[in-house]
């Protein structure tokens, strides 16, 4: 599953009356003692499903029959399976040509179970489970759950549709929900005659009767519960065969089948890359790949039918800009990666989950790359997946990649930076030592190996180990059992005709901390100015010496070339002079230049260095011209200002911004170039974005004509569009610049497209203004019909970036409506994102407080570790002003700005 942490977020939506909101002004709710969680028993094992289900898009409620194929492996009279928010009418038990029905029939609300009970103790051996139940087709988005979309000719379409990762498939129908519990899977879908009704295998009978019609499917290969999927609805397509001769569509909503082009282009590219490269042909006839107008995350793996909010598949040829089409090839490549890895192969319980996440959000790269070289999309992958590692994962409140999971609701919580992005991170790093064949080989012999199975992360280090002959349990079992990583403190110890590197290894803490006696077994390459080609030393104590083969004395020294390794270099302060002219020459590659300037930010903000002399060594930059670096130092410039948005020094800070940005914007101009390539478009846009938020005066002027110009354009075609690729900078400058007339101009745009990614960048800018009336006019806006609920939460997030006074003015919102929060999304990961986007900014320890006292006084539901680690931001927050505060002033000073 993608969840949108690339940035990686909606239902029928409540409306906001004044009695909810004195509700909420008045509500508390304290967390419950859980019983700890039991997996289901395995006296009786399903083996097989056979689904008949009917939703109603009228009532919103669905009826369902099932026989389960079951072996009764203990002598039990009761058998014990998932359900929740589920009917069950009538349960029977066939065996031998005898059915008995059951004596009685419950079911457990907190542990989400049915037990169905027997007179008489079952016969060992196989037999069948017959199930007559209903449900509702709900607006939580997840298990099964309704959405609509409205088409071209005004009329609104309603979908059922599913989401059962990682613990709703009981929610459309009893069953063992565990990934460890696979079956095979015979569905039946009753839907109305218009309707497309798709699941994960092909239509095998298709029958009419009235106004509805009857579809079966073929049965699904063995898998895992939360893999199965139904959608049922109104929807065009495309298609295309793969050379493989599988046959791929890409379903849109009615109208817009021509957006899913570009889609259909990558998946038919992306499943023959993948058979090569997994020596495992993709074993389902058809792949499907469908765009839910209301969906939590980015998308979800179904076998065979990948389902996918509308902005990571859609691609409209005028209005998507090259960011969002990037995004699409990325989440398509992830997916269809899952259908082997994850989905084939799967983990054996969630614990386990990085196996699946961590290993697609590496390989989503390494497909991008094969479709699309020119991109330079492992650059970007260091400033995005790679970066995010590491900053999660140096708080104390961050855990192992492979962390103990008991009860469902925790499941969500790790749906998160460490197993997604330090997962395949730590994935890069193995590969890169174990060499790219022998990894490759060890992948392909793993999954041969438990294919149609359930399996270990111990499984794939074993199949590893043979195709490489590398002891990969010892060193990896560090890099995933523990939190953490290491910071690699290193010096050199240099005579007439050698040169030694000293590295000393302790862990990188947020908040300077040296107390940690955590070691790591740490693939260490190295690179100098004499020798590009890198050396490689594993480090497997507190300790080590390296010396470097073909280096001169005074030579500058690069320790993780190309920013593979999963770690922090801090240079002693000889090398890293000797580093910072080959910096600003360019004779270390982009990724380099990167990886320097990551490190020594991280550096400054965790205390291990001033951040005053960092600014000064920044001045090493001012030759950069590469988006991915520039990018990098944008995003580590804005997070410094955060600190200072609310003191007079802030002025000076935009300045500073706008003497560092402004020229490059000046030589990479307005206006698309026949010699642009992919990032062009990429850095133009972050230029315009971030100097028409610093002030600059040139900028905001241009962005505020080529809005009055676009809006012309789309009344009465008598202007002139904004590009798709600086669009979105363009709405935030003027949105940040303007008032009430920009406000209602935007609104008008917003109502007048049908096309979600522009409805996106535009719901998202809204309540960055300083207005604090505009402010609070979005956060209700955000409540409203006329965004979906899946938006909601990074319609918020656009008010909490506008500065300290629009952080505080988005917490009181979500105080005052937090039961309509937490009815919409408790226990899912848009309630973790929501609690992070309000809270984790703050820099004001009376905010500290007063966050923590919230909580403690109201359940927060799969969030406990979001506002942990929203706690300890705010405190490190507090912490770095504090300690650099006064003498980052003072730099701006000294410096004239």
């Known amino acids: 599953m993608s969840t949108s942490l690339l940035t990686c977020l909606r239902i029928t939506v409540l409306s906001k009356s004044p009695i909810i909101v004195r509700l909420a002004r008045n509500f508390r709710m304290t967390a419950t003692q859980k019983k700890p969680f039991e997996h289901l028993p395995k006296s009786v094992i399903p083996s097989n499903y056979i689904l008949h289900l009917h939703p109603d898009l009228q009532k919103f409620t669905f009826s369902g029959k099932e026989s389960i194929d079951v072996e009764v492996k203990e002598s039990v009279n009761s058998v014990k399976m998932n359900s929740?928010?589920?009917?069950?009418?009538?349960?029977?038990?066939?065996?031998?040509?005898?059915?008995?029905?059951?004596?009685?029939?419950?079911?457990?609300?907190?542990?989400?179970t049915l037990t169905v009970t027997f007179p008489d103790n079952l016969p060992l051996g196989t037999g069948q489970i017959h199930l007559n139940f209903t449900g509702i087709l709900n607006d939580k988005l997840r298990g099964f759950y309704r959405s609509c979309y409205t088409a071209g000719d005004g009329s609104k379409k309603h979908i059922a549709v599913t989401q059962f990762e990682s613990t709703d498939a009981r929610r459309a129908f009893p069953c063992w929900d565990e990934p460890a519990f696979k079956a095979t899977f015979d569905v039946t879908l009753v839907s109305p005659l218009a309707a497309v009704a798709l699941s994960n295998m092909p239509v095998v009978k298709e029958d009419v009767q009235g106004d509805m019609k009857v579809t079966t499917y073929d049965r699904s290969p063995i898998m895992s519960t939360y893999l199965v999927a139904f959608v049922v609805g109104e929807f065009d397509y495309v298609?295309?065969?793969?050379?493989?001769?599988?046959?791929?569509?890409?379903?849109?909503p009615v109208g817009k089948k021509e957006q899913g082009e570009f889609a259909l282009d990558v998946a038919v590219k992306t499943l023959p890359f993948y058979n090569d490269y997994f020596e495992i042909p993709y074993p389902l006839p058809k792949m499907d790949l469908i765009a839910i107008p209301d969906f939590a995350a980015g998308a979800m793996e179904n076998w065979g039918l990948v389902t996918y909010r509308e902005t990571a598949l859609l691609v409209d040829p005028q209005n998507t800009s090259s960011g969002t089409k990037q995004w699409v090839a990325l989440v398509v490549g992830h997916e269809l990666a899952h259908q082997w890895f994850g989905n084939l192969v799967t983990m054996q319980w969630w614990t386990h989950l990085w196996l699946n996440e961590g290993f697609a959000s590496w390989i989503e790269y390494l497909c991008v790359d094969h479709?699309?070289?020119?991109?330079?999309?492992?650059?970007?992958?260091?400033?995005?997946?790679?970066?995010?590692?590491?900053?999660?994962?140096?708080?104390?409140?961050?855990?192992?990649?492979?962390?103990?999971?008991?009860?469902?609701?925790?499941?969500?919580?790790?749906?998160d930076a460490i197993s997604y992005c330090k997962g395949n991170s730590v994935i890069r790093m193995l590969h890169n030592w174990l060499g790219a064949e022998p990894f490759r080989k060890g992948l392909a012999l793993y999954l041969k190996r438990h294919q149609y199975k359930n399996a270990l992360t111990e499984d794939l280090w074993a199949a590893l180990e043979e195709s490489s002959g590398k002891p990969v349990n010892k060193v990896m079992s560090t890099w995933t059992g523990q939190i953490g990583y290491p910071m690699?403190?290193?010096?050199?110890?240099?005579?007439?005709?050698?040169?030694?590197?000293?590295?000393?290894?302790q862990k990188f803490c947020a908040n300077g901390d040296n107390s940690s006696e955590q070691q790591w077994l740490v693939p260490v390459t190295v690179v100098t100015q004499s020798r590009d080609t890198p050396q490689t030393y594993l480090l497997e104590g507190r300790e080590g010496q390296i010396v470097l083969e073909g280096a001169r004395p005074g030579d500058w020294i690069k320790v993780n070339p190309k920013q593979i390794g999963l770690f922090r270099v801090k240079y002693s302060d000889d090398l890293l002079k000797r580093l910072l002219p080959a910096v600003k020459n360019q004779a270390l590659g982009a990724a380099d230049r990167l990886g320097i300037q990551q490190d020594l930010f991280a550096l400054a903000k965790a205390g291990y260095s001033s951040t005053a002399n960092l600014l000064t060594l920044m001045g090493s930059y001012g030759t950069e011209r590469n988006y991915v670096v520039l990018s990098s130092i944008n995003a580590n410039l804005a997070d410094l200002g955060s600190l200072f948005n609310h003191l007079p020094c802030y002025e000076q800070f935009k300045a500073m911004?706008?003497?560092?940005?402004?020229?490059?914007?000046?030589?990479?101009?307005?206006?698309?170039?026949?010699?642009?390539?992919h990032t062009d478009a990429l850095l133009r846009n972050m230029l315009i974005g971030t100097l028409g938020h610093s002030g600059d005066t040139e900028v905001i002027e241009k962005c505020r004509e080529m809005f009055k110009l676009h809006s012309k354009e789309v009344d009465n075609g008598a202007g002139k569009l904004i590009p798709a690729d600086i669009r979105g900078s363009v709405y935030s400058t003027v949105r940040n610049s303007g008032g009430g007339d920009e406000y209602e101009e935007l609104l008008k745009l917003f109502k007048n497209t049908d096309l979600h990614e522009e409805r996106d960048r535009i719901q998202r800018v809204l309540g960055c203004g300083p207005d604090a009336e505009l402010r609070g006019k979005t956060l209700d806006f955000a409540l409203s019909d006329a965004v979906r609920s899946n938006d909601t939460p990074f319609v918020i997030a656009g008010v909490a970036k506008a500065g300290w006074e629009g952080r505080e003015q988005t917490w009181a919102f979500v105080k005052n409506n937090y039961p309509i929060f937490l009815e919409r999304y408790a226990g899912g990961f848009l309630f973790q994102r929501l609690v992070q986007t309000t809270c984790a900014s703050f820099v004001d320890m009376d905010k500290y407080k007063d966050v923590e006292k919230f909580f403690s006084e109201n359940k927060a539901p799969s969030a406990e570790r979001a506002i942990k680690q929203s706690l300890e931001g705010i405190k490190l927050r507090c912490s770095w002003l504090q300690r650099d505060g006064e003498a980052v002033a003072q730099w701006f000073k000294d410096h004239g700005f």
Not at 89 to 110: L, P
Not at 239 to 252: G, H, K
Not at 383 to 412: K, Q, T, Y
């Open 84 to 112: 929740a928010e589920i009917e069950v009418q009538t349960a029977s038990f066939t065996s031998g040509g005898t059915t008995v029905s059951s004596a009685d029939i419950k079911t457990n609300a907190e542990e989400e």
């Open 239 to 252: 298609e295309a065969r793969d050379r493989n001769n599988v046959l791929i569509r890409v379903y849109t």
């Open 371 to 415: 479709c699309f070289p020119s991109w330079d999309i492992w650059l970007q992958y260091v400033n995005m997946d790679f970066s995010r590692a590491l900053e999660l994962d140096a708080l104390d409140n961050s855990h192992p990649i492979e962390v103990p999971v008991g009860h469902p609701e925790e499941v969500d919580e790790i749906f």
């Open 488 to 505: 690699l403190t290193v010096d050199v110890v240099e005579t007439s005709d050698s040169v030694t590197l000293h590295v000393q290894q």
């Open 657 to 677: 911004r706008r003497k560092i940005f402004s020229p490059i914007l000046s030589e990479v101009g307005w206006e698309k170039k026949e010699t642009d390539g």
